[in-house]
């Protein structure tokens, strides 16, 4: 109806600018310009990272990586490189960061959290460590028992921040303790103190229960500074992740949304804790993640049960000191528990002084790598574990192996383009459903609860925080296949109040009984409970539709197609509805 009006405007919008070309004086200077001093070489603690920096991310950043010689790469032959890197970028991309205002916080971490890039972080030091700070770095007394004595304070990463204001936007303060700012009045103060805080203050991550949401995030977090979009759904999600069990986590990624943030070459934003530990991650095909993930863990554990055999072996050995029987036992008897193995590996490690020329004690050096037990992972997005990667999916949970498979869902292939997945629900546009999709989603969690022995979680940072901390701890805790689902907003999506708001977005979609949040666990059975947790109890609000036209992708079909759209949005909420009654009535 309104074609030829958009022409016309067209054609007025080049007139205008015609006529509104002006001329740019040239500097004279300019016909003589010398090159550039290079930039100052990156430095740091870890060798081959800074070598891998400076040989390889540079020169790419740069556009110049077809100038490296394949000598550059002779390290990295086998595909791997440091973690890490991302860290080096400092890209000042933002054209507004948060400003923290000390009198207005009340230390919930939740900001923190929130971010999608770990370019907001809480900071724990002591009076000493403190001494020489800048001016501008402002702290208060830290709030809680486990922290007396210390002081806290919110630091922002002004250089790797993107801008969005999803911190900003969480903060439960009365009066808000974040507010966005141009970048440029914050960068030369937060660059100092950032600087004064990497140098100077230590990480305390054991003070507060790492499994709480304050603790957690007072632990490093482990995937930092993606290349994720601003406001992004999936990053928090797995930074959370890091944070609880990065120093040991082994991450098969299918391709997608999440192994692009995750590991564009030359850079991975996946790093190391202080004590040199972090997630390895390894990115396969599309359809393949979890069987790629599960060929993983069979390896892993065709290698533990030679540890444990070779410990039993250890034992046998004449002359051993009682420590060492002592730990080898403790080791084999909690070879399962993340925490005990570790401490009991380590206690191994350290009794084995003098091995020289014994064969059964040597070989525990050479498989110390296996003391620790690992966290498997495998990511994908709802395009993989819906559809290309469903079959793969299936078998690995039908496996009954303990691997974790955790899909970010945002309901639509996002990376590839904005097509439809089998999560794409009814009357949502997308490439191949342009006039709305005509089916309703698939419900791939009640189908995993069918198993009976797989541990299954439907989740949403925004809608509750801590029902997400507890799905991930009772995932990675259970011996046994597990399934995450989680609502994850995107830019594909068409969020009108912006991505800023992401978090809101996702807190609206479980309040409108858009999405459902529930965790399935099969050891409740065990202790003759309902496996079966309903964690929010609320029916549908009746907002629903208020919620759909905030998004683009409904938005359309309502001004295209107004009847069917209302037509479609009245089945999605009887839907609904009956949803809602049928996992209330499971969970009795």
Known sequence: KKGDAVVELNYKAIDAGVDAVVEVAVPEAWKTLSEQAPEAAATGERQDLVDFVNKVVEPVSKMDGDSLPVSAFTKYADGTFPQGSAAYEKRGVAVAVPEWDSTKCIQCNRCAMACPHAAIRPVLATEEELEGAPESFVTIDAAGKELKGLKFRMQVYAQDCLGCGSCANVCPAKEKALVMKPLETQLEAQVANLKFAEENISIKDDLVDRSTLKGSQFCQPLLEFSGACAGCGETPYVK????????????????????????????????????????????????????????????????????????????????????????????????????????????????????????????????????????????????????????????????????????VDTEVYSNTGGQASKATPLGSIAKFAAAGKPVRKKDLGRMAMTYGYVYVASVSMGADMNQVLKAFKEAEAYHGPSLIIAYAPCINQGIRKGMGRSLEEAKLAVQTGYWPLYRYNPTLKDEGKNPFVLDYKKAPDGTLEEFLLGENRYAQLEKAKPELAKKMRETMAKQYQERFDELTELSK
Request: one cysteine or more; proline letters at 2%.
């Open 240 to 407: 959370l992740l890091t944070q609880l069990f990065g120093e040991r986590m082994v991450i098969a990624n299918a391709t997608g949304c999440t192994s692009i943030w995750g590991g564009s070459a030359p850079t991975t934003p996946y790093c190391q804790n202080k004590d040199g530990f972090g997630p390895a991650w390894g990115n396969s095909l599309f359809e393949d993640a979890a069987e790629y993930g599960l060929g993983m863990h069979d390896a892993y554990k065709q290698r533990r049960d030679g540890l444990a055999l070779a410990c039993r072996e250890a034992l046998e050995v004449p002359g051993i000191s009682e420590e060492l029987k002592k730990a080898l036992q403790g080791w084999l008897d909690n070879k399962e528990d993340a925490k005990l193995s570790r401490e009991y590996g380590e206690a191994v490690l350290d009794e084995l002084t003098d091995v020289d020329g014994n064969e059964a004690l040597e070989k525990l050096w050479t498989m110390q790598d296996l003391f620790t037990k690992k966290s498997f992972w495998v990511f994908g997005g709802d395009g993989w574990g819906y559809d290309i990667g469903y079959g793969g999916l299936d078998h690995v949970i039908a496996s009954g192996a303990d691997i974790n498979v955790f899909v």
